[in-house]
């Protein structure tokens, strides 16, 4: 049976901006960022691990061990990663033999920021949309961290980082991450030169 991916949960009524970045601080111990809309800081308690929808649905359906926390915004996809990840990305694409293929595919580290989706439950417009629609840029999450649980053991790791045996491996997501992204091209190439081809009539 191949696993699915929940939608977001029915929203709850939020409290003000502030209290979101309250959440993050106290219910899970990440930094946010001043300012509006609430952003997380990434190369502290984790990385990102970014790439569009369809190639990050691809790599849910197949292998949904491989990730903990997921968010979405807009058409892009944001897979949690252990922090100190975003510095692995290239040399693991190019010991994958990916190295100078055009993929969508990007890390986000240290110094780095993500949108912040509205807590698990609450409703919101801080993420710059509609509440629970990411396709509308709102940021949301598809599968959140567990409040007052330690995220980093549910992180995929590099094995150099020093994860532990049950700790998703980083090496297969971003093996699956970049084959997913590559198809992904491959099929919207695919599908605009079909739709661009005229009509032959005999």
């Known amino acids: 049976m191949t696993p699915t991916v929940p939608p977001p949960r029915t929203p709850l009524p939020l409290p003000p901006e ?30 990102v691990l970014e790439l569009p929808e369809d190639a990050g649905f691809a790599v849910l359906r197949r292998h949904a061990g491989l990730t903990g926390p997921v968010a979405l915004r807009g058409r892009r996809m944001r897979l949690l990663v252990a922090a100190g990840s975003a510095e692995e990305l290239p040399g693991l694409l190019d010991w994958l033999e990916w190295g100078g293929v055009a993929l969508d595919l990007r890390a986000i580290g240290a110094g780095g920021r993500m949108t912040a989706p509205s807590p698990p439950g ?15 840029g709102a940021a949301v999450w598809l599968r959140p961290p567990e409040p007052r649980h330690e995220v980093e053991p549910t992180l995929p790791a590099f094995a150099g980082l020093g994860c532990r045996g049950e700790t998703p491996d980083l090496v297969r997501l971003v093996s699956t ?5 590559h198809r992904a091209q491959l099929l919207r190439a695919n599908s605009a030169h079909a739709n661009a081809q005229p009509l032959a009539f005999s």
């Open 18 to 47: 502030g209290g979101v970045a309250q959440w993050y601080e106290h219910e899970l111990g990440w930094a946010t960022a001043e300012g509006l809309p609430v952003r997380l800081l990434t190369g502290l308690r984790f990385d």
């Open 122 to 136: 609450w409703a919101g417009r801080q993420s710059g949309g509609s509440p629970g629609d990411g396709s509308q």
């Open 177 to 181: 991450a970049a084959t997913e992204c």
